[in-house]
């Protein structure tokens, strides 16, 4: 409505904190915007909004202080700020520069970097009149953590190696933020999982010790592991039916999955069927039936799919039975390549057909290997 130049004065209203934030970002940390001012005229036909501005003086940032010994990391940590040493001062990136560090040292290892406590409103200091300002950044960093064992609890049918495989870390690795969400991100991905808490505890955190040693601790609940489905029912085109279906996950505790699902059904017409198998009323009983096991962890790394099933159906000229079996293969090759062999065996049988050429028998097989790139950046939880 604005940009149509029709007066909207929620928008104006809005518009005023729009302005203030702008001069925020380019240093004028003492800007004050007044509330929109209507000025109408021309019978009230036109009308001219005025916003008065009291701009103050532009902040410059001239020193960066960070309590951090490593250069290397105070430098990265630098390059990272949105903040930059000769630019105006943008303090409504503040927080996000704080942020940023905090994270980039615990990547680094250091798990309990925190700000000192009090410091949070004295980050930013002005002299000479606010053109020119500084920013101390008070860290505590503490030290290194390093692991020492993971202790699992919550598990009832799951195998404790089944939660293992997902964790790459080995005795002595650092731990950080970064890996604890990345192990959550692994486990709940899983699907058998309702409840995933990972925290780590600290041995020695009072000793000289160069370096901390912690367990993590990880905390599970198992979800239901079965499902059982009966759906009966009427459609037009195969008249009635009644489907049913099994599901079960985890099986042994070893996270294999099982999943069967069987459909019958009885035509109550033959419309869909050509003149002379209508005429001859055969009311055959249709089905099908699909069982699929999916074993995630297979010999290692790998992934085993086996699916198999089983139709009979009744086609325009012919009826039909239908039988596929099928066996794939798939493992992580190298970072995000992927690596897959399927093999697929299906047989058809054609019989009760009105022409004689529609009468047959079928086998057939396939091999299809397949190569696949993921780039997402969390393959878990993109």
Do not use: M
Request: with cysteine; hydrophobic share 35%.
């Amino acid at each position: 409505l604005a940009r149509r130049n029709i007066l909207d004065k929620n928008f104006y209203g809005n518009f005023a904190e729009v302005l203030r934030r702008e001069y925020l970002k380019n240093g004028f940390v003492l800007s004050e915007i007044s509330s929109p001012r209507y000025v109408f005229y021309d019978n009230r036909k036109k009308c001219s909004v005025v916003f008065k501005i009291n701009e103050g003086p532009q902040s410059v940032l001239k020193t960066i202080n960070l309590n951090i010994s490593n250069l290397k990391i105070r430098n990265l940590i630098k390059s990272k700020w949105k903040n930059k040493i000769g630019n105006s001062l943008n303090i409504l990136e503040i927080e996000n520069d704080i942020n940023s560090s905090i994270q980039i040292l615990k990547k680094e290892g250091y798990f309990f970097t925190r700000l000192e406590k009090g410091t949070e409103k004295q980050v930013v200091r002005y002299d000479n009149n606010y053109n020119d300002s500084h920013i101390d950044l008070k860290l505590i960093i503490e030290k290194k953590l390093l692991l020492k064992d993971i202790k699992i609890s919550g598990l009832e049918k799951t195998k404790p190696h089944i939660v293992l495989k997902e964790i790459s870390l080995k005795k002595g690795n650092l731990i950080t933020p970064e890996i604890i969400n990345n192990i959550n991100d692994r486990l709940l991905f899983l699907g058998i999982f309702s409840y995933v808490r990972i925290s780590p505890y600290v041995y020695n955190r009072y000793t000289k010790d160069k370096n901390y040693f912690g367990d993590i601790i990880i905390q599970l609940r198992e979800k239901p592991y079965g499902v059982l489905k009966l759906a009966p029912g009427y459609r037009t085109d195969i008249g009635y039916k009644v489907e049913g279906i099994f599901q079960r996950n985890n099986i042994f505790g070893l996270n294999q999955s099982l999943l069967i699902r069987a459909q019958v059904n009885i035509r109550d017409n033959l419309n869909t069927l050509d003149d002379r198998r209508r005429l001859n009323a055969n009311h055959k009983t249709e089905y099908s039936t699909n069982i699929n096991y999916s074993w995630p962890r297979f010999l290692g790394e790998s992934k085993l799919d086996i699916s198999n099933s089983l139709t009979r159906k009744r086609f325009y000229s012919f009826d039909a039975d239908i039988f596929r079996a099928g066996l794939k293969l798939s493992k992580n090759i190298h970072d995000n390549i992927y690596f897959s062999l399927k093999y697929q065996l299906e047989i058809i049988r054609q019989f009760d057909s009105t022409k004689q050429s529609d009468e047959g028998y079928f086998r057939i097989g396939g091999l299809t290997p397949s190569v696949s790139f993921d780039l997402r950046d969390n393959l878990n939880n993109p």
